[in-house]
């Protein structure tokens, strides 16, 4: 099983409550009472609750399985084929998962989607995949956002931007393209591996990391 996204303490206070995932009830009611034993303790219990993360990771991306908001395929279907089409064209494995997330905020965050997903990546891949996750709603605007009385050329403000080029060609590639019911995609379950190595062994950054 993957390892936690934060620091694994050294710990051994399993006397205090059996149950990880249980309420401690000889824990503090506020932060600022807190010992250095209780802390230990919730870090400890932390650790074995990440331990769950890319399980989680799947079962939300499950739930986009339910909606296809007037699209040609559902929001599962599109971000499979997406990390499907950077699988085949041998991208990195980073991408590949970038791909497979990038609209996973679809169901909680429909207003800033992308910035949803890229909070979600930003601990596990390099900056210029973060950026471009952050900012690909602005890119895919290019193809629609005439049709709805926006500024189709809204990505411009970004043109001498280092990851301009990147972001356009994700967003040309492997976002509006990805809306095709006779396309082949890869199963969800395929792309596991992937997210386990990306965002299954703790993060690159955190403020939680030694």
């Not at 074995?48 to 559902?74: C, P, Q």
């Not at 005439?146 to 990505?155: E, H, I, P, T, V």
């Not at 972001?167 to 393209?177: A, E, G, K, R, S």
Request: proline share 5%; hydrophobic share 35%.
């Amino acid at each position: 099983m993957a390892s936690s996204p934060v620091p694994a303490y050294s710990v051994d206070m399993t006397d205090v409550a059996e149950d990880l995932s249980a309420p401690n009830p000889d824990s503090f009611t506020a932060m600022e009472h807190g010992t250095k034993p209780q802390w230990e303790y919730i870090a400890k219990s932390i650790n074995h609750y990440n331990e769950g993360f890319v399980d989680r990771i799947m079962e939300t991306l499950k739930e986009l399985e339910d909606d296809a908001s007037g699209f040609a395929v559902n929001r599962l279907e599109h971000s499979l084929q997406s990390a499907t089409r950077c699988y085949r064209d041998n991208k990195d494995t980073e991408l590949v998962v970038c791909a497979l997330i990038h609209d996973i905020g679809d169901m909680l965050a429909p207003y800033n989607h992308d910035q949803y997903a890229a909070a979600m990546l930003q601990p596990f891949v390099s900056e210029k995949y973060h950026w471009m996750v952050a900012h690909h709603g602005v890119f895919q605007g290019y193809y629609f956002f005439d049709y709805l009385g926006l500024d189709k050329n809204m990505r411009d403000q970004y043109a001498d931007h280092e990851y301009y080029d990147l972001t356009q060609d994700f967003c040309h590639n492997y976002d509006q393209n990805c809306f095709d019911p006779s396309f082949k995609s890869m199963k969800l379950e395929e792309f596991r591996p992937a997210l386990e190595e990306i965002m299954g062994n703790g993060p690159r950054k955190s403020i939680y990391k030694k």
